[in-house]
């Protein structure tokens, strides 16, 4: 038990902190020209500057013929299926809440992206996709903070060929009047008590340990070095101040048990991040996690549950981010440590997770606390689920990107949450048809709706990573991985270019992408005898096929050459490591389910000549007008949307078992370190293969 002198140090240091609620009230757009008014037709408009990135061919240029208001907009066209092509506008942003807003029209339907950049290092801040539907302005509008001062790029553009124009672009920030409180140290009968605005750390001499609490006086963790863990009669010997200012402090912590000394430096800012800088070989941090989550940003996180697992020792894949979910659904801590050769060990005890061990090779290992009553959520997924909306009993406690898994193909997927219920015919899956899609929030209250096709089966966890449309005084896990690891190996892991689908619609497009949008809207002109008069339409209706077909088999013949070339992984490292043949013969089933699939599939999806020969074909019916043209259409079509349908279907499930194998390297390598090693290559192999999907794989937003 906690003595009483501690919880009187955690009370008191309580009152340090003095912050008055928020206050907001409308500020002024930050951006200048932000309606295009200023510059020439045919130019780009006054303090804006255009960038093709990744081989983008196009243009951005005002012109006065679509204005939203006033008399000019700015219009970006992509002629190429590559790269990203958008205007650049630089803004000082301050660190506080913003709103991110613009109009945009297109003259077809597209999907393109709206970011906001950091200039210094170019790392993403913001990144929205946003999809147009019909001929009409449309207004976007995000949220937005930041949580320090920075140049910032604003960056509005397209991936995919097409047409866009835009106007009204603005970035308001609110007024606040919050004030951040000051770091306080406290020293009194031996004891060092740490207090800021999200933490509160006493050193405790006696016991040995230093006791992270939270803000309410819960405590939320232990430390100790990991040389000392378990010995007896661990006591903090000296607890020396190196730096102690109002935004910034520095403890050195020595220890010792049985004879033996450890020492840690602890250092301290206003945010709820410790930098641990153990002298020895890492550290222990004791805590009540119900979960252990090793977050991925392009394929799904492995989610350890305690029940999982009989072992009382898990060695787990160290990627240099793990999240704990404390028990209580309250309070979750963020690890993050810079790339090396550290382990990473989760001890159980009883039906929880007890302690997170961390050797750290020499590097800092950084903690934080995120607390907030639901800040995760565990909900049973019942039988009484399927085929209804359901309102589950749990509420948001602020704006994120709320995530969570659910089964599909028999594998865990991850969905986000959105905003609203779709009130349109739902969505589409290659493969799986139409359905509701499954999670979204109505206000803060959160809604499933499962089926068939995503089960309501076992349990689903919802927790956030990211920002969208977070307060500014909430940190996301993601803010202490931008602000603890060095932009490298920050952009490896959050890999916003590798999130992108990849564009499957031929440069300058004439009817659309998919085999079946294309027929469909095909179909009309057949329909209405006009497939002499608009032959050049329908061949380009075709070419659009032939090129959306190309592009679909190259994916699937990537994932042959991720698969073969990880049989000779797996079969060379069979050889060097025989121990861990039982796992290695598990991945490699696993494997040789994406080559299965692709032989099963085979003559199905046929090759790109039987697909240029359904286009003479269709082309040869507008040569001539006859009544039979459009039963023949349709025998084509049928053909047309099968061969489509065939390669979207395997890309899909290519997609699916190359996660599956992902995920299963990450649960089944928890008996030995050495076991992880080779796990930790398999992930590795298994990301640059998923970056980049196609738009049929996965959903857009994952």
Not at 301 to 328: C, Q, W
Not at 415 to 425: A, P, V
Not at 552 to 565: G, S, V
Not at 665 to 674: F, I, K, L, P, T
């Amino acid at each position: 038990m906690m003595s009483t002198r501690i919880v009187e140090y955690v009370i008191v240091t309580l009152f340090f902190i003095v912050t008055m609620a928020p206050g907001i009230s409308a500020a002024q757009n930050i951006v200048s020209n932000s309606g295009f008014e200023a510059g020439n037709v045919g130019e780009l408009p006054k303090e804006w500057r255009d960038q093709k990135e990744g081989g983008a061919e196009g243009r951005v240029v005002l012109t006065n013929r679509e204005a939203h208001s006033g008399k000019k907009s700015i219009f970006i066209e992509h002629t190429n299926a590559d790269g990203y092509i958008h205007p650049n506008k630089s803004v000082e942003i301050e660190a506080g809440d913003y709103t991110f807003g613009f109009w945009a029209r297109s003259d077809e339907k597209i999907e393109f992206s709206a970011q906001i950049y950091r200039e210094t290092d170019w790392g993403i801040l913001l990144s929205e996709s946003c999809n147009l539907k019909n001929d009409k302005w449309t207004k976007f509008e995000f949220p937005f903070s930041s949580l320090k001062t920075f140049p910032g790029s604003i960056q509005i553009g397209l991936t995919v060929p097409g047409r866009l124009w835009l106007d009204d672009v603005e970035l308001v920030k609110q007024s606040s009047d919050r004030k951040i409180a000051n770091i306080q140290i406290l020293t009194q009968q031996g004891d060092t008590v740490l207090d800021n605005e999200y933490l509160t750390v006493v050193f405790h001499s006696e016991a040995g340990k230093v006791l992270i609490h939270s803000k309410a006086g819960k405590k939320r963790a232990e430390l100790v070095p990991l040389p000392l863990k378990g010995k007896p009669a661990v006591k903090i010997t000296s607890c020396k101040v190196l730096l102690d200012t109002d935004d910034a402090a520095t403890i050195k912590a020595n220890f010792s048990a049985e004879g033996k000394e450890s020492s840690v430096v602890f250092s301290f800012s206003r945010d709820p991040v410790m930098e641990i800088k153990p002298a020895g070989n890492g550290v222990s941090i004791s805590a009540p996690i119900q979960y252990a989550v090793v977050p991925s940003f392009i394929s799904d996180d492995l989610v350890y549950a305690p029940v999982n697992y009989s072992a009382k020792i898990l060695h787990i894949p160290s990627e240099n981010f793990l999240m704990g979910l404390l028990n209580g659904e309250d309070g979750t801590l963020v690890f993050t440590w810079p790339r090396g050769n550290q382990k990473v060990d989760l001890g159980l005890s009883g039906d929880l997770f007890g302690s997170v061990d961390i050797e750290n090779d020499g590097e800092s290992v950084y903690l934080a606390l995120l607390d907030a009553p639901g800040i995760w959520h565990e909900e049973e997924l019942k039988a009484s689920y399927l085929e209804k909306a359901i309102a589950i009993d749990w509420e948001r406690p602020f704006p994120a990107k709320w995530i969570t898994q659910l089964y599909e193909d028999g594998v865990k997927t991850e969905f986000t949450f959105r905003e609203s219920e779709s009130k349109q015919r739902g969505f589409w899956r290659a493969g799986v048809g139409w359905f509701t899609y499954p999670v979204w929030f109505k206000e803060e209250k959160a809604f499933f709706h499962l089926g068939k096709k995503i089960p309501p089966k076992g349990e689903s966890l919802i927790y956030s990573l990211e920002r969208r449309g977070t307060p500014v005084s909430v940190f996301a896990p993601a803010d202490i991985l931008r602000g603890t690891l060095d932009d490298k190996t920050y952009e490896s892991i959050i890999d916003s270019e590798g999130r992108r689908n990849r564009s499957l619609t031929r440069p300058s497009c004439t009817v659309g992408t998919a085999t079946c949008g294309v027929t469909d809207r095909l179909k009309p002109v057949f329909e209405a005898g006009e497939e002499v008069e608009k032959r050049e339409y329908i061949k380009g209706g075709t070419e659009d096929m032939i090129y959306f077909l190309t592009r679909e088999r190259e994916r699937a013949l990537e994932y042959q050459d991720f698969a073969h070339e990880m049989i000779e992984f797996l079969t060379l490292t069979k050889k060097d490591k025989p121990e861990l043949k039982s796992f290695l013969d598990e991945m490699e089933v696993i494997t040789r389910e994406i080559i299965a699939a692709y032989e099963h599939a085979k003559d199905n999806i046929k090759d790109i000549e039987y697909a240029r020969k359904l286009a003479r074909k269709t082309q040869a019916l507008t040569q001539q007008k006859n009544p039979g043209n459009f039963e023949a259409f349709m025998k084509l079509k049928g053909e047309w949307t099968g061969m489509g349908g065939a390669v979207d279907d395997l890309n899909r499930k290519l997609h699916t078992t190359t996660r599956k194998l992902f995920q299963e390297a990450g649960y089944n390598c928890v008996g030995s370190r050495e076991t992880v090693e080779v796990a930790e290559e398999i992930r590795r192999r298994t990301v640059k293969c998923l970056r980049r999907p196609g738009s049929y794989e996965i959903w857009s937003d994952y």
